[in-house]
T-cell receptor
Framework: EPEVTQTPSHQVTQMGQEVILRCVPI?????FYWYRQILGQKVEFLVS????????KSEIFDDQFSVERPDGSNFTLKIRSTKLEDSAMYFC????????????FGPGTRLTVL | DQQVKQNSPSLSVQEGRISILNCDYTNSMFDYFLWYKKYPAEGPTFLISISSIKDKNEDGRFTVFLNKSAKHLSLHIVPSQPGDSAVYFCAANTRGYGGSQGNLIFGKGTKLSVKP
């Protein structure tokens, strides 16, 4: 069964450093998303992406964050200058169309900012 | 501002019995709801969904009920199995609300433990 994959599974970085989290969505999906879950808290929406541009973003997704689809398969989340409070699980998701409304999630990347 | 609420942080059920997980939402504009299951160190796994034009959707052992007037949905698992032990998240899709293209608002989750 097709699945969303994410790399790395765990990323440790120093505060102020840039990190790039990578995702390979399900191949025929057109809509891509990033969510995060801070330890002990809810899963929260960050950004959605369609047709090579951001469709929607939350207030969490500030200027330190960016997303890109550099080729036909990868979807990346970049954090330019990490802060301690960016430590969280980051989940990528994809859906075939906005009409189906079902988003399929990857296994997540645990980001630890020291 | 909890638009999707799961008021029970945990639930313990005996194997073979029914598990009922509850979820409430505050916004009557939400029209599509999903349940996800999550194991530790894994991503949420889609279980079942329901559109607001229905009041019930069934898939094998899993049934979701939607009561629009009460803004309440529930997930029934019958019979419960030890492998069902996980955290269950209720989510609402925001498509069409406030111009949203559609993202998910999650509840805090309910940890289900099914005892053999």
């Amino acid at each position: 069964e097709p699945e969303v994959t994410q790399t790395p599974s765990h990323q440790v970085t120093q505060m102020g450093q840039e990190v790039i989290l990578r995702c390979v969505p399900i191949s025929n999906h057109l809509y891509f998303y990033w969510y995060r879950q801070i330890l002990g808290q809810k899963v929260e929406f960050l950004v959605s992406f369609y047709n090579n541009e951001i469709s929607e973003k939350s207030e969490i997704f500030d200027d330190q964050f960016s997303v890109e689809r550099p080729d036909g398969s990868n979807f990346t989340l970049k954090i330019r200058s990490t802060k301690l409070e960016d430590s969280a699980m980051y989940f990528c998701a994809s859906s075939a169309s906005v009409l189906t409304d079902t988003q399929y999630f990857g296994p997540g990347t645990r980001l630890t900012v020291l | 501002d909890q638009q999707v609420k799961q008021n029970s942080p945990s639930l313990s059920v005996q194997e073979g019995r029914i598990s009922i997980l509850n979820c409430d939402y505050t916004n009557s504009m939400f029209d599509y709801f999903l349940w996800y299951k999550k194991y530790p160190a894994e991503g949420p796994t889609f279980l079942i969904s329901i559109s607001s034009i229905k009041d019930k959707n069934e898939d094998g052992r899993f049934t979701v009920f939607l009561n629009k007037s009460a803004k309440h949905l529930s997930l029934h698992i019958v019979p419960s199995q030890p492998g069902d032990s996980a955290v269950y998240f209720c989510a609402a899709n925001t498509r069409g609300y406030g111009g949203s293209q559609g993202n998910l608002i999650f509840g805090k989750g309910t940890k289900l433990s099914v005892k053999p």
